[in-house]
């Protein structure tokens, strides 16, 4: 994955050292949140715990998410829907153009569609985290991105 290049190119930010920098990551959050009107922020409630720590010391408007098939389910039928209702566009976004590429779409044991990982080396984390936002946003009110015409 070209994720130097993206970075060169203002499409990723990079955190500084070798290892996720949690607290530069809060203060991008802080800086979107001053920038849009943002309602909610999901996470993951497995892996980002300490994130999350971070942003509600901010005060950002945070939700766990379970990526279990009692709420991912939903959430993938939800983006489905909507992608297949041509109400998402990706445009020319490459990170989430190669994360939805690298997806492979697996049946889960309830019958829901979700995407996976097919090998080590691929990164579906864009694709995943559209799916979490789109699922906490609920598909209830128009995004900025509709109009009318």
Known sequence: MPIRRWAE????????GAEINHEAIAE??????????VKLVGYDRWG???LAERLAERGAPIQ??????????????????LW?????????????????ADAIAKRGMSGYVRPEKPRDNTAIDPLVAAIMAVHCWGGKRSSCYESEV
Not at 11 to 16: D, E, M, N, V, Y
Not at 64 to 81: D, E, I, K, V, W
């Open 84 to 100: 297949a209702g041509r109400k998402l566009v990706i445009g020319d976004d490459p990170i989430m153009r190669r994360a939805c």
């Open 9 to 16: 190119e203002g499409k990723i930010t990079l955190t500084p």
């Open 28 to 37: 991008k959050v802080v800086e979107i949140l001053a920038e849009f009107d």
């Open 48 to 50: 980002a715990s300490y």
């Open 64 to 81: 766990a998410y379970s990526m279990g098939s009692a709420t991912f389910a939903p959430g993938c039928q939800l983006f489905q829907n």
